[in-house]
């Protein structure tokens, strides 16, 4: 562009002097000198050269400026765009804004139900607890009747007990007269024995003794019949279960006994189990708590129809005066019953209740002991060998003859079988040689017996 201008200001200045100088001396006419035809070529060479030039610079021009103007375009089409997407954007935040008013109008009418909400609940709770006040006045009047009612009903059951009490003391009266009738009759007996053996003795200095043998074996078969009867009845009262099944009750059920003219208690008889059991343990499931004090293991404790422990002082009472049978029942998780028996004897409170126990029918449990003697009752509050039992005590739950610590615990924890954690299964009802003392039992039932029981058929 330059170039042109400078071409043009050349041209200019090449043409414009001598006709300013013939306009300016009109008067003087300076004469011309002839122009080559050459120069006037030379100067039309510099024009088109100029002229050349310009074109080429025009052309350049129109380019540039051709590419600005696409460059306008695009930006303005660019512009174009990002214009429609704000509108776009803009219709689209305008329809969100109407949705929010819409949302926070409904957010509004909800809000407003929430309250009235809100105060009808508050209006229902006051109302529910005006209504538990006056329950709760009814529940006090009503536990103050069912009080005095038990008061009433005590006293009736006392009179009831007291009335029992009467005819049992008669009925006992009636054996004791019946007895003392017996008595005289064995003492006429004797009496006639006596002089039957003087007419013995008599008869065998003269060589008699033969023919009166069969005589005398009859009178001594008599007299065992009733040293046996005085020596499990002369009281009149009932000393175990066997006593209450060899009298034909077969019904299993809670009976009052009276072993060795101790105080009189009631226990569980089983009549069922071949017949005459009295049942000192029961667990069945788990209503129970069997970690107790010596205490409690000493008096008993629980309830005869459910789960109990008869009482370490009842249990004595009962097997004190003869040999008793042992029979110890468990049940496991799948239902499966087995059982074991011993020869069984225990000592009084100064030995620590201390057991023998010889084993003497297995059914399907491994026995535990071979044979032992001299193992004492111990609890958590009180072990009678410290040396030998502390451990057991402190480690497992219940009260129990500890022979070896975790082979056997009757009185154990009761524990599920899904129960999580060695420490609490170890706790558990357990018999060791079975499944080991992680394998916890669902039931188990310990009953006494004597030795030489002949139930009736």
Not at 79 to 98: H, M, P, R, W
Not at 145 to 168: C, D, P
Not at 383 to 403: F, I, P, Q
């Amino acid at each position: 562009m330059k170039a042109i201008v400078i071409v043009l200001i050349f041209l200019f200045c090449s043409t414009t002097p001598a006709k300013i100088e013939k306009e300016s001396s009109p008067t003087h006419k300076v004469p011309e000198e002839p122009r080559s035809r050459f120069a006037m070529l030379d100067d039309v060479r510099i024009l088109a050269n100029g002229l050349l030039q310009l074109g080429h610079g025009l052309k350049d021009f129109v380019h540039k400026t051709k590419t600005q103007i696409n460059d306008i375009f695009s930006k303005l089409s660019i512009f174009d765009k990002s214009y429609y997407e704000l509108s776009a954007q803009t219709n689209e935040i305008k329809a969100e804004e109407e949705q929010l008013k819409m949302t926070t109008t409904k957010l509004q009418a909800t809000n407003e139900q929430l309250k009235n909400m809100s105060l009808d609940m508050n209006a229902k709770i006051n109302y529910v607890l005006h209504d538990k006040s006056r329950l709760q006045i009814k529940i006090d009047g009503l536990e103050e009747q069912l009080t005095q009612i038990t008061q009433s009903q005590a006293k009736e059951t006392e009179k009831t007990e007291v009335s029992a009490l009467k005819e049992l003391i008669g009925n006992q009266d009636k054996n004791i007269k019946e007895l003392i009738k017996t008595v005289a009759e064995q003492h006429e007996q004797l009496d006639q024995q006596k002089n039957q053996i003087k007419d013995l003795e008599e008869k065998m200095n003269h060589g008699g003794f033969q023919d009166n043998n069969e005589n005398m074996y009859v009178p001594k078969q008599m007299e065992a019949k009733v040293i046996r009867y005085l020596s499990r009845n002369a009281t009149g009262v009932h000393l175990d279960c066997s006593d209450i099944y060899d009298e034909g009750e077969r019904v299993s059920g809670i009976y009052t006994i009276n072993p060795n003219g101790s105080k009189s208690f009631n226990v569980f008889c089983d009549m069922k189990t071949d017949g005459g059991w009295t049942v000192i343990q029961q667990r069945i499931n788990g209503t129970l708590d069997f970690d107790q004090s010596w205490g409690s293991y000493e008096k008993g404790f629980g309830d005869l129809e459910a789960e109990f422990w008869l009482g370490l002082e009842n249990i004595y009472a009962i097997i004190q005066h003869g040999d008793y049978i042992l029979h110890t029942e468990v049940e496991d998780w799948k239902g499966m019953k087995r059982f074991i028996e011993y020869a069984f004897s225990m000592g009084n409170q100064e030995s620590g209740y201390n057991v023998s126990l010889t084993p003497v029918l297995l059914e399907g449990v491994p026995n535990i002991i071979t044979q032992q003697s001299g193992i004492p009752f111990n609890t958590k509050d009180h072990s009678t060998d410290r040396k030998r039992n502390a451990s057991c005590t402190e480690n497992y739950s219940g009260g129990w003859w500890y022979y070896e610590c975790g082979e056997a615990s009757l009185n154990g924890k009761y524990v599920k079988p899904k129960a999580e954690g060695k420490a609490e299964r170890r706790k558990g009802i357990h018999w060791k040689p079975g499944k080991g003392r992680y394998y916890t039992l669902k039931a188990t039932k310990m009953m006494i017996r004597p030795a030489e029981f002949e139930h009736l058929s």
